[in-house]
């Protein structure tokens, strides 16, 4: 009887272990052909209201799809944005979609294509995880959780925009 129920504790927690280690930091979410991975949010410098979420989407499919929106909870608006350095100034423009090529990857990063969350609900500190959701034209709505992380290391120079250690 005692092996029987040492037995059972064993499966059962070879069963929790991998289901909660999961639950700290998401690894990769999937949608149809499309991969979601390496999400973060980062504070931005100077306005203390606002942050800025980064990721990688992998389209493994045969077609395009395109993100169109984005909304949470962690803030009272949320737009896609496109960054451009001109005249030495680094300037961002409201889009309204991020197509996303067959069999091709979009790196989300600063100076690059983000997401924006614009007056936050509260305060975000970092090592904090909020909910993120994604519209995609074909892959519909996906839930992904962002952790907010310190600077993760993007030279901010248009011309050196390879991420450190991603």
Known sequence: MKLLTALTLVAVIG??????????????VKAGDL???KIWAQ???GQP?????????????KQWDRLVAASSPAAE???????????????????????IDPGKSLTMMPD???IMLVTLAKNLEV?????????????????VQ??????????????????KGL
Not at 49 to 61: E, L, Q, T
Not at 127 to 143: I, Q, R, S, W
Not at 147 to 163: N, T
């Open 15 to 28: 069963l929790v272990l991998p289901a909660s280690a999961g639950e700290k930091e998401q690894d990769e």
């Open 35 to 37: 991969t979601i991975s």
């Open 43 to 45: 504070l931005s410098p």
């Open 49 to 61: 209201n606002s942050a800025a979420v980064f990721m990688v989407i992998d389209n493994k499919g």
């Open 77 to 99: 608006t949320t737009v896609l944005h496109k960054s451009s350095i001109m005249s030495g100034l680094l300037k961002m423009f409201l889009t309204k979609g991020i197509v």
């Open 112 to 114: 690059e294509f983000h």
């Open 127 to 143: 090592g904090e995880t909020f909910p993120l959701t994604l519209t995609f034209e074909k892959a519909g709505d996906v839930l």
């Open 146 to 163: 962002a952790p907010v992380k310190k600077d993760m290391g993007y030279d901010s120079k248009a011309s050196e925009r390879e991420k």
